[in-house]
């Protein structure tokens, strides 16, 4: 495995294989123990567009491993870029560092430049495409919070239309014998270019009630007020779809609510403290996972 | 066969394609943009061929198509086969397989997709469906259908 440009690109044994040595490294992910597994390695961050969190989180993984972080993270910082093909900007980067962490606004430009650079491409985002990372985080977390990955009932629930992470998440864990429950209001229900390639049952809903006490997981997203051209539209949308402990009166007790965050009034604070909130470890997890992918791409392990 | 070619007069020399999807005749000369060539262009439509089965054919006068034009014709009809014609003999028979990467010829139609914002890279295309020529942008993912293909010139 040289890049990681698309979770397609990872059978279900080396998601596997990552998430176990995630696991080994957490340890290392919460700073109780020391790594210099990537010493003297440098990681470079290549921001085209703000992403705050992705960034620290790789920052923070690549130095947990011993090695450093060069990069930008401001659009503006890469003016000076301004005219400069990406293809050229990844390929001096990548003369630079010994794996380039790409985030950008356009569909496909991690693929373009994997076949560019000399060193690991990892995709850390391209526009609505794909955020493998993300993937792998939102596996490791129902993995280690459920217990297992095979064969649970998910439930996607928010906007489900426009987002990517419930889009990668559906395609990856097709292959883990999931039946899928997508609650979403009709102008943002799962696409069909989505459902289509799904070889697992799955069933649209409007109402989290009709599903809610089936559920292992539940896989909150925000839901974007840009999306509405009516604000009170939004209002109603919003408040019917929002998460509380009343709504969660009829959840399995072992059932996990998962949201990749950040929220705006989706889940209620009040959820917090209970045991189905996961969302927090979730964004932890981004750490071992990363350093796993880090690791096995650049220590070659 | 030899009916159908004397049904228009036979060119001394150019190419004929033929065996084209019934109805897609006019669709190619398009696209082609042939008409532009200047030169005398037969276009038979619903022609019956040996095995029953409808098909078009375009004859063209004076010009040999390119390498470019050929791997867009089998993107319009699959299975056509090239004749290029010398002193009124079929001198080279080209059967016309779609290739399995189509580099620079289809427009990708997400316009937000990194081949149509950056410079100095193709379009590529993957073939997914030979039958059915559903095709898949390798930078975004996007699939697109047959009625949906635009070509780049």
């Not at chain 1, 301004?82 to 003369?95: F, N, Y």
């Not at chain 1, 959820?271 to 996961?278: Q, S």
């Not at chain 2, 030169?39 to 390498?67: A, G, H, P």
Request: proline share 4%; aromatic share 6%; hydrophobic share 40%.
């Amino acid at each position: 495995m040289k890049h990681i440009v698309s979770i397609e690109d990872l059978n279900k044994k080396s998601i596997m294989d990552i998430l176990k040595r995630a696991n080994e490294l957490l340890p290392v992910a919460k700073g109780n123990k020391k790594s210099k597994a990537l010493d003297g390695k440098i990681l470079a961050t290549c921001f085209f567009e703000p992403s705050t969190r992705t960034k620290l989180s790789f920052e923070s993984a690549m130095q947990r491993l011993g090695g450093s972080c060069i990069g930008f993270a401001d659009p503006s910082a890469t003016s000076h870029l301004k005219g400069e093909t990406l293809t050229d900007a990844i390929r001096m980067v990548a003369g630079y560092s010994d794996a380039v962490i790409l985030r950008h606004p356009r569909e496909g430009a991690a693929k373009l430049a994997s076949e560019v650079s000399e060193v690991p491409i990892i995709n850390g985002g391209d526009g609505a495409g794909q955020h493998p990372t993300q993937t792998l985080l939102d596996l490791f977390t129902i993995n280690n919070e459920i217990g297992k990955i095979e064969g649970l009932k998910v439930g996607m629930l928010g906007d489900l239309r426009y987002g990517r992470t419930v889009h990668s998440l559906s395609q990856a864990l097709d292959r883990f014998n999931t039946k899928f429950f997508f609650i979403s209001p009709k102008s943002l229900a799962m696409p069909e270019h989505v459902t289509d390639e799904l070889d697992n049952p799955w069933s649209i809903h409007e109402n989290l009630n009709e599903v809610l006490s089936d559920l292992d997981v539940l896989y909150v997203t925000r839901i974007q007020k840009e999306r509405f051209p009516d604000l009170e539209d939004y209002k109603i949308v919003a408040g019917n779809y929002k998460i509380d402990l009343g709504v969660l009166k009829n959840a399995k007790p072992k059932m996990r609510i998962l949201h990749p965050l950040p929220r705006v009034g989706e889940i209620s604070t009040d959820v917090d403290n209970t045991k189905h909130a996961a969302y927090f470890r979730q964004a932890f997890n981004g750490i071992p996972v990363r350093m796993a992918l880090l690791e096995k791409l650049i220590g070659g392990k | 066969m030899k009916n159908n070619l004397l049904r228009v007069q036979p060119i001394r020399n150019g190419t004929v394609i033929d065996h084209i999807k019934a109805d897609r005749g006019k669709k190619i000369l398009d696209i082609l943009d042939l008409s532009r060539i200047g030169t005398t262009i037969s276009l038979l439509i619903n022609v019956q061929s040996k095995i029953q089965i409808r098909k078009d054919i375009i004859k063209i006068e004076d010009r040999e198509l390119n390498e470019v034009e050929i791997e867009k014709l089998a993107l319009l009809s699959p299975d056509v086969i090239v004749n290029i014609i010398r002193n009124y003999a079929v001198s080279e028979k080209k059967k016309i397989e779609i290739p399995s990467l189509i580099t620079g010829l289809v427009q990708c139609p997400n316009e937000n997709c990194i081949c149509n914002n950056e410079k100095y890279v193709d379009s590529k295309f993957k073939l997914l469906n030979k039958e059915t020529l559903q095709i898949q942008c390798t930078y975004c993912k996007r699939k697109i259908e047959e009625e949906d293909i635009t070509f780049i010139y």
